[in-house]
Each structure stands twice: as structure tokens, then as C-alpha cells.
């Protein structure tokens, strides 16, 4: 699959490595979204990257001497009782500068808790080291650790931090050869992992995609979250629950505290620590404190997590039947309005991304609450724009609307009755599936035109 729009961060990575100085840098991010093949189209031919496994730190030492060893020659012919004789044989050996680069770093740092120490008296070295030091990791927590806890011993010393996040829904059309409306039901299920849309685009259809690599007890993503909270996690059960319980409709604290049968103050460091991992969000309503709102309420962030935790756990005995087929159908009966969720997410992410009217807007919102009527009252995309003089306000809908006019007059009748847009011009946009009109109104975005402004 053609690498998608990791332009500006190659360019970064290579701007690093093309420095006579020797650097340290470091790549992390989720597991599958490309840290690696980022790494690969980047290195020059004599650079040295090495893939860390899971193994004994003596054997490590082996793998990583051998790995050098194809490049320097006579290099693995040495035995090498710690790192720190590894390294400072390898800046002793190499004519030319070049780069190395460890990948899973972590897996290292489990086997020999002194290896940050080690490698920040290499890097505070810099002077006489001749090469570049690459460092990657898919444990986002360690790797955070490493480099932003102040009492790390690498602390400060990096000279470039990349984080590596999935990619925007943007891309998905080209990758997988589908129509913007089609592009969108795709993105509801595989999110923007890169290695996830290779496997859907190994399969014939979304159907036999879902059943075949997803839901199938056999499947390479049927116990990928198992695997991801591994990477971060001590005890992956409780992480487990919390995005089970959110999958199945329990969005407030007090709602997932009463399923775990636990006081709300024992889930703020598990539930603060899926925000971070960008595995869960907490939303309030547009122009309520992010912090100290009390109306927040919790979703699963990521699609691909959400479609597992909506579909695949809560018929895990369906599956471990085989039954994929009646699964799919249960996924098949509520599709409609499980891409409208996500539907509703790419709007109002696409809102700050370009222009709308000529006009510059923040971060978009959900707005729930009671209008000047006192009556309750849903807006699906509110933004403010950059100037504080206009508001956007706007409706979703997972449909085919033959004539607009009406709801974008609905559209403003109901910002009539906003508190929050008194004193500021209101502009009002719809979020279509699709519509018959022709010569399609500015304000209404169709799946193509939200696509377009996610890249």
C-alpha cells in the first residue's frame, strides 16, 4: 500500500538525520499506525535499523551485534558483556556517519532497567559520537516516561519527539479505492490505523472484511485491543470493562461506576490514562469548562475501538461459536446509525480544518441542554470563529435529503433559541449522506467535501 501522508514527518526525520551533529530522536505511537515503514522510507542504505523482540538482554546484545554486523563487518564477531561496550564500539568502528536505529525500544528497557542511563551517557556524548540514535516504541507510557518524566535520565535530551497518531479519514477513499460515502462507512470500522486498511484491502468486500479479520475467532484483529493494552498496561481488565461498559451505552461516570460496582473517585487514573492512550474521550457542551463541566459525558474515541467494544465483546459467545454471519447481521441492523455516530465525529473535526465562508472557526462541539424556551434542545456542530464575531451551528444527518432548505431554516430557527448565540452572526451548515439537488448550497457538506477537508 502506497505510504499516505507522513510527508511533513519524513521531512522532519530527514531535516534530523541530515545534521552533522549527532542526534537523538524519538518516534512512538500506537502499534500498526507506521512508525516503522515511516522509519524504513527514510534511512539511507548504510544505516542500521533493528526490530527489538521480547528475549533475554544477553540475547538482545546477540541479535542487535549480528543486525550491525551485515553492515560493519566483523562488528558481531565480538562478545559484548553490557550496552555501553556495544555502543562505544560501534562509534569506534564506523568510517562514515550514519544512523541506528532501535525499534520497540521497550522491550529492551524490560530486560535492562540501566539501559536509559546507558544510552543518556552515549547521547550526553555528543561530541564524539558518530552516529544519529533513532529510538521507537509502540508502549506510548513508557515511552512518554522515558523522555517527558522529569526524573528519567533522558529527560530533556532529545533532540526531536515525533508522535506518531493514525492517520485522517481523509486518506481512506484512496486507500481502498472507495466513493466518499462509502469511505466514511469504512473509516466507522477501521478508523485511521494504516495496517488496518491493508487488511480490508486484501478482502473483497466490507462484509467478508469484518466477518474475516474482525469478528472471526481466527481473525488478525480479533484480540487487537487485548494486544495494544499490553503495550501499555500493567492489568489491561479494568481498561477492558471501562470501553465495554461505553460501548454498550453507559456514557456518564456515575453510569460506569455503578456497573463496576466502584466508587467514581477509584476510576479518574484508569479513565485519565485511556484519554491519554486516545482510546476514550470525555465530551461537555459547546462553551462548558473541559475541565470542571459536570455535564461530561464519555465516549469511545477510536472507531476501530468502538466498533469492537459496540459489536464484537458483547457477542463474544456468538463468535466463539462461529457465528460471525449472525453477529455481522446484528452489526447490519443498527449500521445506519452507528456511522451517523461517526458521521457526527468527522463533521464536526472537519470544521477548524479550512475555511467555511471565508471565515476561520475553532474546534466544533456537541451542544446539549434546555433553549430559551426551556425546552431540551440537541445541536450536533457549534464552533466559534477565530474572530468571536460568528458562530457555526449545525446539523448531521446519515441521509439522503432530497431538499435542504428546510433544515437549514430549521437549523436557524433553533439558534434563535441558543443563549450562546446572542450577539454574534449565525451561520447555519448541514451535514448530508446525500441529496438530490443540484448546484449543491455552500453551506451544505456532503461525504466528499468533509473527506476533502480531512487531510
Known amino acids: 500500500m502506497e505510504f499516505f501522508n507522513r510527508e511533513k514527518e519524513k521531512q522532519q526525520l530527514s531535516k534530523a538525520l541530515e545534521s552533522k551533529k549527532a542526534k537523538l530522536i524519538i518516534l512512538y505511537g500506537r502499534r500498526r499506525c507506521g512508525k516503522s515503514t515511516l522509519v524504513k522510507n527514510t534511512l539511507k542504505p548504510n544505516d542500521i535499523y533493528y526490530m527489538a523482540q521480547q528475549s533475554d538482554e544477553a540475547v538482545q546484545r546477540t541479535h542487535l551485534a549480528n543486525t550491525i554486523g551485515e553492515k560493519i563487518k566483523g562488528f558481531d564477531s565480538v562478545v559484548y558483556p553490557d550496552w555501553e ?61 522515558l523522555i517527558l518524566d522529569s526524573t528519567s535520565p533522558l529527560y530533556g535530551r532529545a533532540d526531536e519527539i515525533m508522535k506518531i497518531t493514525p492517520l485522517e479519514s481523509g486518506w481512506i477513499s484512496k486507500a481502498l479505492g472507495c466513493k466518499p460515502e462509502q469511505s466514511v462507512a469504512e473509516y466507522s470500522v477501521w478508523g485511521g490505523v494504516p495496517r ?54 453507559s456514557n456518564r461516570l456515575s453510569e460506569i461506576a455503578g456497573k ?48 469492537y467494544f459496540t459489536f464484537l465483546v458483547p457477542n463474544l459467545s456468538r463468535l466463539e461459536l462461529g457465528l460471525t454471519d449472525q453477529v455481522y447481521s446484528i452489526f447490519e441492523s443498527r ?44 445541536l450536533d456542530v457549534v464552533a466559534e470563529s477565530t474572530d468571536k ?3 457555526l451551528v449545525g446539523e448531521c444527518k446519515w441521509s439522503k435529503i432530497a431538499d435542504p432548505t428546510a433544515l437549514i431554516k430549521n437549523i436557524e ?11 454574534k452572526k449565525v451561520i447555519a451548515v448541514l451535514y448530508l449522506k446525500d441529496t438530490s439537488e443540484n448546484g449543491v448550497s455552500t453551506n451544505v457538506f456532503l461525504p466528499s467535501d468533509v473527506l476533502d477537508r480531512l487531510k
Open 335 to 378: 449500521q445506519s446509525n452507528y456511522v451517523s455516530f461517526e458521521w457526527e465525529n468527522l463533521c464536526r473535526r472537519s470544521v477548524p480544518m479550512k475555511p467555511i465562508n471565508g471565515i476561520d472557526f475553532d474546534i466544533a462541539y456537541r451542544w446539549w441542554g434546555s433553549n430559551l424556551k426551556n425546552e431540551p434542545m440537541e
Open 260 to 307: 463496576l460496582n466502584k466508587p467514581a473517585t477509584q476510576l479518574s487514573r484508569p479513565i485519565d490514562n485511556l484519554i491519554q492512550l486516545g482510546y476514550l474521550k470525555r465530551e461537555v457542551p459547546f462553551g462548558e469548562s473541559e475541565k470542571n463541566s459536570k455535564k461530561g459525558i464519555y465516549r469511545i474515541a477510536d472507531p476501530f475501538m468502538n466498533f
Open 85 to 145: 561496550s556495544l555502543f562505544v564500539n560501534l562509534n569506534n568502528v564506523i568510517k562514515e556517519p550514519l544512523t541506528l536505529c532501535i525499534d520497540e525500544l521497550p522491550y529492551l528497557v524490560k530486560g535492562s532497567m540501566s539501559l536509559p542511563s546507558i544510552i543518556q551517557k552515549i547521547v550526553d556524548n555528543t561530541t564524539d559520537r558518530k552516529y544519529h540514535l533513532v529510538l521507537c516504541g509502540s508502549s506510548q507510557q513508557m515511552m512518554q516516561g
Open 389 to 391: 464575531k460568528y458562530l
Open 196 to 249: 488496518y486498511w491493508e487488511l480490508r484491502a486484501e478482502e473483497n468486500s466490507f462484509k467478508t472484511a469484518i466477518n474475516n479479520i474482525i469478528l472471526d475467532r481466527y481473525g488478525v484483529l480479533h484480540e487487537e485491543p487485548i494486544r495494544l493494552f499490553f503495550d501499555d498496561m500493567r492489568e489491561s481488565v479494568q481498561a477492558f470493562s471501562i470501553l465495554s461498559i461505553v460501548g454498550n451505552g
Open 413 to 423: 430557527q433553533k439558534a434563535n433559541l441558543f443563549l450562546l448565540a446572542k450577539g
